[in-house]
């Protein structure tokens, strides 16, 4: 498909950009351009491929998106390879998890290759928009919805597929502390629903329990499967890892209600180079207790793109709180991220083939 480039009427000048990135946080600092390309069943598909300004967007209020949800996202990062070129990770994973979404929430497929060469649009318009901080990257959101006008309940015929770009810092400004979890009685998903699509709706669905957390004092929540409740699941936005004394690392399988991290997918081939056995089984709360009382259990990490690699230090239950390792991160914890970090900022050898290096 051919992209057209519209001309940019007012760039953000030059100071007030730099400004902006010399401490960008995470989330706020948008960049100047977005892509746009739109999609009608009855019209042959997609269409009208745009790079442009990035703007308001105008909706019917009936656009389906605003009253069933029909909506998915993917998060990915570019970095800065050292010699200067930008870079994405895995691109093509998340081209494809984008249409596992989608064929949950009834949505058309996007082209891999068209979702891939969207993102490196983006990219190579803002690269100035990179942040010059130690650990920053420039955050993509590309992301779909439903824009069909109508109120019946089936799947809209028009949407439209988005990605922005917003300029992130170092997640965490020093060092990598370890978070705390709070166990919600809320679920996050059940079996058959929409756990492993990640689509806006499993988010807000997660906010009471997020606010929770943080109202008793914790960093994030923890989800249990839903049919049980003892079964481990992920976080609100990120998977779980196991470490043990004796060099096995577990993580929950992939049985439709947690979300499938290609952070979680990439740990695993990396921790297996490093002679683990890494097996994907369930995990009680329970036992997870018991393990961390009787030393057996060394490490717990959460990981996802944002955070990359994120320890965990304590954990509350039904029976109080409960302290895994020292309560800070583990050695395991901090290697395995500063290999996944290398690789991803190209420090440390791509041996899979995942970075992909754009321009
Ligand atoms: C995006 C996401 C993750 C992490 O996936 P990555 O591909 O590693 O960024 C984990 N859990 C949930 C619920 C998510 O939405």
Redesign the pocket.
């Known amino acids: 498909m051919e992209f057209a480039h519209l001309p940019h009427p007012a760039l953000t000048p030059h100071d007030v950009r730099t400004t902006a990135i010399a401490n960008p946080g995470f989330g706020t600092v948008f960049t100047d351009h977005m892509v746009s390309i739109d999609y009608d069943e009855e019209n042959g598909g997609w269409y009208s491929a745009t790079l442009g300004p990035r703007m308001p967007i105008s909706l019917d209020p009936a656009a389906a998106v605003l009253h069933y949800a029909q909506e998915i996202f993917e998060?990915?990062k570019a970095y800065r390879l050292p010699d200067g070129a930008m870079a994405l990770f895995r691109p093509d994973?998340?081209a494809h998890?984008f249409n596992a979404s989608a064929d949950r929430l009834a949505m058309p497929h996007l082209p891999e290759d068209l979702f891939i060469e969207a993102v490196r649009r983006l990219v190579m318009a803002d690269s100035e928009w990179f942040p010059p901080v130690e650990g920053g990257s420039l955050y993509l959101r590309p992301f779909m919805f439903a824009t069909e006008a109508f109120l019946g309940v089936r799947p809209a015929k028009q949407y439209k597929f988005l990605v922005i770009a917003s300029a992130a810092g170092n997640y965490f400004k020093s060092g990598v502390p370890a978070v705390s979890l709070w166990t919600s009685e809320y679920t996050?998903a059940a079996p058959g629903g929409t756990g492993a699509a990640?689509c806006g709706g499993?988010?807000a669905a997660s906010l009471v329990p997020t606010g929770q957390a943080f109202a008793n004092g914790y960093d994030q929540v923890l989800f249990l499967d839903a049919v049980e409740r003892k079964w481990v699941e992920?976080?609100?936005?990120?998977?779980l890892f196991f470490v043990f004394d004796d060099g096995r690392v577990i993580t929950p399988p992939l049985t439709g209600t947690?979300?499938p991290?290609?952070?979680?997918d990439s740990l695993i081939t990396l921790l297996r180079e490093e002679g683990l056995e890494v097996a994907e089984e369930r995990y009680s709360i329970d036992q997870w207790r018991e393990d961390a009382g009787t030393g057996r259990l060394l490490e717990t990490f959460a990981?996802?793109?944002?955070a990359v690699v994120t320890p965990v230090g304590k954990v509350s239950g039904k029976d109080g709180e409960f302290v895994i390792g020292s309560g800070g991160p583990g050695q395991l914890t901090s290697r395995i991220r500063e290999r996944l970090v290398g690789i991803q900022r190209g420090t440390i050898a791509d041996t899979h083939g995942w970075v992909m290096r754009l321009g």
């Open positions: 998060g990915m994973a998340n998890r996050r990640k499993n988010y992920e976080l609100g936005g990120m998977n947690i979300l991290g290609i952070t979680r990981c996802g793109t944002a």
